[in-house]
């Protein structure tokens, strides 16, 4: 009697846990949400922010106007007590792999470095990192720390994402997982770096001449997600500065991921784009830049191992790049528009249960960093234009959207990493694939690439008042 009273007991306590579980799962998991992006409110606040902005975009024209400059932001490694003023730590991650893996030492050192423009009194500034991404809690120093002298809108970021790099400069579980653990301190001495550098860049402005170019290498970059049958973003945008002094700035974008180096490597290294950045100055570019393009679905292709591989991808980049430096045409009378962009998103979707389930908004928000500003920014000079985001947009996105300009006698560039960081944007086809782009890291619903994909359309066809 006392066993079958004992086996009822147990048998309503394990029911008990059974509907506990249950119910745990259903609250920290939810469906994913297929509503069709153009329903939905953030789409229709993001549509009003574009408009009041494109209505408020000036175009002007009148005489080039450039300043450059670059600063140093390798951390210093020190056994004994750090100095984060001095750029003196003992212990930073390295970015962008998630090993856990401390540096030791110092490959090559990695650099920021600005181009600020002015034409007719209207000024944005370039500003590119050796880093894996542009924390956003940097840009917002930043911002603050420029207040009454140039906003947040003229400023458009973007990096070289090389995974060896600096990290602990993100907060919460994700930002850890990729970065290390938080340290304010890193933070505040990047934006102090990085606020220099703006201001170094704005009062070396000189009378100027602009240009830009493009070249297929599609020998460096290969499709990640599906292989060699995926279409390729294989192009290398160049845009040239050569203030009338004789100094020569030139920006390359380029659509590769920058991990040539992998997890076996301890030691800060610009990757590939460092390799891309030092030949062109040994060739005679004044200041080399680096723009990570449209890398959510492109990864690298060259020869040799590690180290080898980084140098054989960025110097044979190089090469490319001067076939259409030396060539290149130059304009000191430039049309100039900008306009920036308050992007509305959608609940979080992030981190896969099943095919059909996500962590619902409230645990993955647990997760992720708050964000708090996010900006689509687009800027036309002359038949040029630069569109920058703040996601790794797919590289099969951006062909489509390039080549539409490209027949509208544009060329263009699109960048990523512009401030803020909303993990990889893939087309919808890919949404259900088991891959790490889309399974992983596509933290926003199967709606999300074509969401930007139409702002970004309607953000060019603003900037060259056309329809593509």
């Given at each position: 009697?006392?066993?079958?009273k004992?086996?009822?007991?147990?048998?309503?306590?394990?029911?008990?846990?059974?509907?506990?579980?249950?119910?745990?799962?259903?609250?920290?998991?939810?469906?994913?949400?297929?509503?069709?992006?153009?329903?939905?409110?953030?789409?229709?606040?993001?549509?009003?922010?574009?408009?009041a902005?494109?209505?408020?975009?000036?175009?002007?024209?009148?005489?080039?106007?450039?300043?450059?400059?670059?600063?140093?932001?390798?951390?210093?490694?020190?056994?004994?007590?750090?100095?984060?003023?001095?750029?003196?730590?003992?212990?930073?991650?390295?970015?962008?792999?998630?090993?856990?893996?401390?540096?030791?030492?110092?490959?090559?050192?990695?650099?920021?470095?600005?181009?600020?423009?002015?034409?007719?009194?209207?000024?944005?500034?370039?500003i590119?990192?050796?880093?894996?991404?542009?924390?956003?809690?940097?840009?917002?120093?930043?911002?603050?720390?420029?207040?009454?002298?140039?906003?947040?809108?003229?400023?458009?970021?973007?990096?070289?994402?090389?995974?060896?790099?600096?990290?602990?400069?993100?907060?919460?579980?994700?930002?850890?997982?990729?970065?290390?653990?938080?340290?304010?301190?890193?933070?505040?001495?990047?934006?102090?770096?990085?606020?220099?550098?703006?201001?170094?860049a704005?009062?070396?402005?000189?009378?100027?001449?602009?240009?830009?170019?493009?070249?297929?290498?599609?020998?460096?970059?290969?499709?990640?997600?599906?292989?060699?049958?995926?279409?390729?973003?294989d192009?290398?945008?160049?845009?040239?500065?050569?203030?009338?002094?004789?100094?020569?700035?030139?920006?390359?974008?380029?659509?590769?991921?920058?991990?040539?180096?992998?997890?076996?490597?301890d030691?800060y290294?610009?990757?590939?784009?460092?390799?891309?950045?030092?030949?062109?100055?040994?060739?005679?570019?004044?200041?080399?830049?680096?723009?990570?393009?449209?890398?959510g679905?492109?990864?690298?292709?060259?020869?040799?191992?590690?180290?080898?591989?980084?140098k054989?991808?960025?110097?044979?980049?190089?090469?490319?790049?001067?076939?259409?430096?030396?060539?290149?045409?130059?304009?000191?009378?430039?049309?100039?528009?900008?306009?920036?962009?308050?992007?509305?998103?959608?609940?979080?979707?992030?981190?896969s249960?099943?095919?059909?389930?996500?962590?619902?908004?409230?645990?993955?928000?647990?997760l992720?960093?708050?964000?708090?500003?996010?900006?689509?920014?687009?800027?036309?000079?002359?038949?040029?234009?630069?569109?920058?985001?703040?996601?790794?947009?797919?590289?099969?996105?951006?062909?489509?959207?390039?080549?539409?300009?490209?027949?509208?006698?544009?060329?263009?560039?699109?960048?990523?990493?512009?401030?803020?960081?909303?993990?990889?944007?893939?087309?919808?086809?890919?949404?259900?694939?088991?891959?790490?782009?889309?399974?992983?890291?596509?933290?926003?619903?199967?709606?999300?690439?074509?969401?930007?994909?139409?702002?970004?359309?309607?953000?060019?066809?603003?900037?060259?008042?056309?329809?593509?």
């Amino acid at each position: 009697m006392k066993t079958k009273k004992w086996q009822r007991r147990s048998l309503r306590v394990l029911g008990g846990l059974l509907l506990l579980l249950f119910a745990v799962f259903f609250i920290s998991t939810q469906a994913v949400d297929t509503t069709p992006y153009f329903e939905t409110e953030y789409y229709k606040k993001t549509i009003a922010n574009m408009d009041a902005s494109v209505k408020d975009m000036a175009e002007v024209k009148g005489q080039l106007l450039a300043g450059f400059a670059r600063t140093n932001i390798t951390p210093t490694i020190v056994n004994g007590t750090p100095n984060a003023s001095k750029g003196e730590f003992n212990t930073i991650k390295m970015a962008g792999f998630g090993d856990g893996k401390i540096a030791v030492g110092v490959h090559d050192s990695i650099f920021a470095k600005a181009i600020a423009v002015e034409v007719n009194g209207e000024e944005v500034v370039f500003i590119s990192a050796d880093m894996v991404l542009i924390p956003e809690l940097v840009v917002l120093e930043v911002a603050e720390n420029l207040k009454g002298e140039i906003s947040r809108k003229q400023l458009f970021f973007g990096a070289t994402h090389t995974h060896s790099s600096i990290g602990n400069c993100i907060p919460g579980f994700v930002g850890k997982s990729f970065g290390g653990e938080f340290q304010p301190e890193v933070v505040h001495w990047l934006s102090k770096k990085f606020t220099k550098l703006i201001l170094d860049a704005r009062k070396d402005k000189l009378p100027s001449k602009f240009s830009s170019g493009n070249i297929r290498t599609p020998n460096l970059v290969r499709n990640r997600i599906i292989g060699e049958t995926g279409r390729l973003n294989d192009r290398l945008n160049l845009v040239s500065f050569s203030q009338d002094n004789g100094r020569k700035a030139v920006i390359g974008i380029f659509a590769a991921h920058a991990t040539t180096i992998s997890t076996w490597n301890d030691e800060y290294s610009g990757d590939y784009p460092g390799y891309f950045q030092r030949s062109l100055e040994a060739k005679g570019t004044d200041l080399a830049l680096f723009f990570a393009g449209t890398v959510g679905s492109h990864t690298n292709k060259g020869e040799g191992e590690k180290f080898e591989k980084a140098k054989y991808v960025g110097e044979t980049l190089a090469d490319s790049a001067m076939v259409v430096i030396n060539t290149m045409e130059y304009d000191s009378v430039m049309i100039l528009a900008s306009s920036t962009t308050q992007l509305e998103i959608p609940k979080l979707q992030a981190f896969s249960i099943s095919d059909t389930r996500k962590l619902s908004p409230f645990m993955g928000s647990q997760l992720m960093p708050e964000l708090k500003s996010m900006y689509v920014q687009g800027l036309k000079l002359n038949d040029f234009i630069w569109l920058t985001f703040p996601y790794e947009l797919s590289g099969e996105y951006g062909i489509n959207l390039k080549n539409a300009l490209e027949l509208e006698g544009y060329n263009s560039a699109l960048t990523s990493f512009n401030g803020q960081y909303l993990g990889y944007i893939v087309p919808q086809k890919y949404y259900y694939y088991d891959t790490y782009e889309a399974r992983l890291m596509g933290w926003y619903g199967p709606s999300m690439g074509d969401y930007l994909m139409e702002l970004n359309y309607r953000l060019a066809n603003a900037l060259i008042n056309a329809r593509l």
